[in-house]
C-alpha cells in the first residue's frame, strides 16, 4: 500500500522519510512503519521498542542521548502532535562529519520521519505547546549504557535560536564531548 519518499541530508547516514499519506474528508491514514518499503529502499532495520514522550511545554529541550557500546540503537523519530525541531549529532570518531549535526523539523502535520542510525546523539526542542514524540528504536533501553552530551556543548555549535530551554537535570549536568565517553568508531 504505502510507499516512502527518501530525502538525503548534508551527512548521507541520516534520513529524512516522508511516508505516502492517503487522505480525503474524514481525515488521514499513512503507514508509519512498513518493513517491505523500508527494506525495499535499502534500509534493513528490524526495530525492538516503541517510545513516546509528552512535553507540555514549548522550548522543552531532551538530548543531546545515545546509548553506548553494544546498547547503541537506531531510531527513527517522528512528531504525533504539535511540532519539535530534531537533531542529530554524528558521535562517531574518525568520521568525516564528526560533531557535525543536522537538523530538520517534525511536526503532526508534515508527517515527517527521521532516522537515526546508532553512532549518532538525538536532542529535540519542542516548538510548540503539547508535544508528543514518538519513535522506534533497534535496540532495547539499558539504563548503564544511556549517555548525554551538553545540548550547548562549542564543538558542535547547534544555534537553537533559544536562551532558556526547558531541561532535566541530568541534560543540565551532561558533559560535554570532549569529556563524554562516547566511544563511537567510524
Known amino acids: 500500500m504505502g510507499k516512502i519518499n527518501i530525502i538525503e541530508t548534508k551527512i548521507p547516514q541520516l534520513l529524512i522519510i516522508e511516508p505516502q499519506v492517503f487522505g480525503d474528508h474524514r481525515g488521514w491514514f499513512y503507514e508509519s512503519w512498513s518493513e517491505r518499503d523500508f527494506a525495499g529502499a535499502g534500509l534493513d532495520y528490524h526495530f525492538v521498542q516503541d517510545n513516546r514522550s509528552y512535553s507540555k511545554e514549548k522550548d522543552t529541550m531532551r538530548g543531546i542521548h545515545f546509548q553506548k557500546g553494544e546498547h547503541a540503537q537506531t531510531k527513527l523519530v517522528w512528531c504525533g502532535k504539535g511540532a519539535v525541531l530534531d537533531v542529530a549529532v554524528d558521535l562517531r570518531k574518525g568520521s568525516p562529519t564528526y560533531s557535525q549535526w543536522v537538523s530538520v523539523e517534525l511536526t503532526a502535520e508534515n508527517k515527517r520521519q527521521f532516522l537515526i542510525p546508532r553512532g549518532f546523539g538525538h536532542i529535540f526542542l519542542t516548538l510548540t505547546e ?57
Open 130 to 186: 503539547d508535544v508528543e514524540f514518538c519513535y522506534k528504536t533497534d535496540n532495547f533501553y539499558n539504563g548503564e549504557a544511556d549517555r548525554s552530551i551538553r545540548y550547548d556543548d562549542p564543538d558542535i555549535g547547534i544555534d537553537w535560536n533559544i536562551k532558556n530551554p526547558i531541561l532535566s537535570e541530568k541534560d543540565k549536568t551532561a558533559p560535554f564531548l570532549k569529556d563524554s565517553d562516547a566511544n563511537f568508531v567510524y
